[in-house]
Structure formats: C-alpha cells, structure tokens
C-alpha cells in the first residue's frame, strides 16, 4: 500500500501565484488600509502605499528567512527554487548575511 502524502505538512517548491497568495495579499492590503488609513479604503493610493509597504516588508524579511531556511540544511538550489531565482543569484544576494546570521533565541 503507497502512502498518500499529507499536502499539509508540505510547500510547494517554487512561489505560487495563486487563489491562495491573491487572498492573503488582499487581507493584508485590506488590513494596512484600516490600520493607518481607515477613511481612505478603497483609495488607489492608499492600496499602492499598503503594497509597497508590505513589498519592503518582504525584502527586510527575505535575508533571515533564507539565512534559517540555510542553516536548516535547505541547499541554495532549493532556496533558489523556492525563491523563485537562478543559485547564483540566491547565493550571491544572501551569502554574506548567511554567514554572519544567528537565529534569535528565545528569552524564556
């Protein structure tokens, strides 16, 4: 008997633009709006200022994500792949930072 693999417990291995992305995309522009801007919902502006905020967000996030997913044995093809670009590019973009990256321990 073959196992059948829990979707769940997996990713995929490239990004997705999907139904799934468009809906938190949408919750978190949505939710940005309210939080800073709440009379201007719905505002053109204020969508493209929610998307370029979270789009940095994004990019100050990416370093660590790719130094953990690094240090948890993920190879810079995978993080490549998962990233959606070339090795090089992910290894020349995120090395440094690999190197010098310590996860954040937990003060507890």
Do not use: C, K, Q
Not at 7 to 28: C, F, Q, W
Not at 73 to 89: C, D, K, Q, R
């Amino acid at each position: 008997m073959t196992a059948v693999a829990d979707p769940r417990r997996s990713h995929p291995s490239v990004p997705l633009v999907d139904e799934d992305s468009e809906a938190a995309v949408g919750l978190a522009v949505a939710d940005l709006v309210t939080m800073r801007s709440p009379m201007w919902s719905g505002d053109a502006g204020a969508v493209l200022h929610a998307l370029a905020s979270l789009a940095a967000e994004i990019e100050r996030w990416m370093p660590d994500a790719v130094a953990d997913a690094h240090s948890r044995a993920y190879s810079w093809s995978e993080i490549a792949a998962l990233i959606g670009v070339a090795p090089a590019t992910a290894r020349r973009r995120f090395d440094a930072h690999v190197r010098t990256w310590r996860p954040m321990t937990d003060p507890d």
